[in-house]
């Protein structure tokens, strides 16, 4: 896998899990895919994304749309 399939995924996963536990544990959890939101947001304007920095930094390999 590369480092953008990477960062999609958990994107993804985790705005499912929060979207998850915040129907079934605490409506609080929804603050969880709010940050991803923000993040991802941010490093669309930034063009810096953290998981994908230390993804890159672990030897994954870099892909089209993060590197």
């Keep these: 896998m590369t480092v953008d399939?990477?960062?999609h995924l958990v994107a993804g996963l985790m705005v499912l899990l929060g979207l998850t536990l915040a129907h079934f544990v605490h409506p609080y959890w929804?603050?969880?895919?709010?940050?991803v939101g923000l993040n991802?947001?941010?490093s669309g304007l930034t063009?810096?994304?953290?998981?994908a920095f230390f993804l890159k930094k672990a030897g994954v390999k870099a892909g089209d749309c993060c590197s």
């Design 5 to 7: 399939r990477i960062v």
């Design 30 to 35: 929804v603050a969880l895919p709010a940050f």
């Design 40 to 42: 991802l947001a941010q």
């Design 47 to 51: 063009n810096f994304c953290p998981l």
